[in-house]
């Protein structure tokens, strides 16, 4: 063996060793030099200086180790010396949540994991929960398959921190040699002249026409019979979420004494208002301004003159609760979901807009968490956006009451005697009559409209 080819095998052991990490492996770059100087020294081959071996962080050693005045590069990943296995378990999930059902996998053994990834994605019977790595490294094992139960505290996952497999760089491609010059291209010969065209013939005399042959008989007709139709049914498993919807609202219709109470709302003063503002609500606030915001300032208010909407039936006391937090239902791709304004009575419209915007945004991208679910003192939903004209919502437990938006259309009022055509909204207000009278229902409903209608009154406190 050469000197020259022994101190490349010496120098690929030295580029294969394993190092405490990327961070002291670029901090230590000159003692890793020094040992290359070595192992080449054994070797009998004169070393560079140490400062021409230079480092780069991705892991690319480039060196000049002049045998012959040769280039030589190999690049690789710095793999840790040692490595930290750990269990990742099934986070708590809420007071009211002690199980899940594995929802997906994302990682398989084998894979590399950054600090912060999805390994595992729990579906609750309220959110599903994203399980991340505490830290980079390689996912050692996967305890659970999909649609497995788990609870609170089980194991889930092991993952060797700091650990990444060894890579090899491509070696690169070696240049493309120079193509030779292009022989001169051979002179083309000159098209042969054209050929004169010869005279066409003398029309002959015109021939007897042919005798028509007899017509051929009609092909008999072949009928195709009708594919098999396939299976016209699927049936597919409830998911956790779409069950727990489906008990809660069985559950509100067995418990409540649901009745329901109507009005209309004329939007004509509210959308001159926003569309007078949208562009400098947006210039100065950064989010569009849209109706959501003033039926929440519109709730906010009523609650406060209501009280009774805004409580609950706790065994055989009602709890009467001076704050407001008013649920918002969003529709998501998993299900129904209802985050949260907290607060909503201090919150300005701008408030308002930038929360529901964000709320939203996390129940479509599913990162909704359960804090963002918890509590509600009253709901709010909005079938108008899928042009609902009317509907009677169902109570979300353990609330009292819910109102209901529906679709803005023209419709003929009488307005100072005159028949005109105006905006009009209707609302629906689904309240539980063991608690709430029909006085009180009317009345908190009367007032969103007086507030809507006129939103100055929010302003003015009137």
């Not at 007078?276 to 208010?301: N, P």
């Not at 930038?354 to 009253?378: E, N, P, V, Y």
């Not at 938006?405 to 209707?426: L, S």
């Not at 629906?428 to 409903?445: M, N």
Request: one cysteine or more; proline letters at 7%; glycine letters at 6%.
């Amino acid at each position: 063996m050469t000197r020259q080819s022994s101190a490349r095998k010496l120098v690929g052991q030295a580029l294969r060793l394993r190092l405490a990490s990327t961070k002291v492996f670029q901090g230590e770059s000159r003692a890793y030099a020094s040992y290359v100087q070595a192992s080449l020294s054994k070797a009998g081959v004169a070393a560079p200086a140490a400062s021409l071996l230079k480092f780069r962080h991705e892991g690319a050693l480039l060196g000049d180790l002049s045998a012959g005045n040769s280039q030589w590069r190999r690049g690789f990943r710095a793999t840790p010396a040692v490595l930290e296995s750990v269990t990742i378990d099934v986070p708590q999930m809420g007071d009211s949540i002690s199980e899940g059902t594995i929802a997906t996998i994302d990682k398989a053994p084998g894979d590399a994991v950054a600090e912060d990834e999805v390994i595992v994605q729990v579906e609750t019977d309220k959110v599903t929960i994203d399980i991340r790595s505490p830290g980079a490294g390689v996912v050692e094992e996967i305890l659970v398959a999909e649609d497995d139960t788990v609870v609170v505290g089980q194991a889930v996952a092991k993952v060797n921190l700091g650990a990444a497999g060894t890579e090899a760089a491509p070696e690169p491609a070696a240049a493309a040699p120079e193509p030779a010059p292009a022989a001169a291209e051979e002179e083309k010969p000159a098209p042969a002249a054209a050929a004169p065209t010869p005279a066409a013939p003398k029309k002959a005399a015109a021939a007897p026409a042919p005798k028509k042959a007899p017509a051929a008989a009609p092909k008999p007709t072949t009928t195709v019979a009708p594919a098999a139709r396939g299976p016209r049914e699927r049936r597919v498993p409830m998911t956790r979420m779409r069950k727990r919807i489906a008990e809660r609202l069985k559950g509100a219709q067995n418990t409540y004494a649901m009745l329901s109470t109507f009005n209309e709302i004329d939007m004509t003063n509210l959308m001159a208002l926003r569309k007078k503002y949208k562009d400098e609500f947006m210039e100065e606030h950064g989010v569009k301004l849209g109706f959501m915001s003033a039926f929440v300032k519109a709730a906010a208010d009523a609650l406060q003159k209501v009280p009774a909407v805004n409580a609950v039936i706790d065994g055989d006391d009602i709890i009467y609760k001076d704050y407001c937090d008013i649920s918002i239902a969003v529709a998501s791709p998993k299900g129904l979901v209802v985050p949260v304004l907290r607060d909503a009575d201090r919150m300005s419209f701008a408030d308002v807009e930038k929360t529901i915007a964000m709320l939203g945004q996390k129940a479509r991208d599913g990162t909704m968490s359960i804090d963002d679910m918890a509590g509600g003192t009253f709901s709010i939903t909005n079938g108008g956006v899928f042009g609902s004209l009317l509907s009677t919502p169902i109570i979300n437990p353990p609330q009292s009451a819910i109102l209901g938006m529906h679709a803005t259309n023209q419709r003929p009022m009488v307005v100072d005697g005159q028949i005109v055509a105006r905006p009009m909204m209707y609302v629906t207000l689904t309240y539980d009559h063991r608690l709430i009278d029909g006085r009180e229902a009317v009345t908190f409903l009367k007032r969103i409209k007086e507030v809507v209608e006129d939103p100055a009154r929010i302003v003015l406190d009137i």
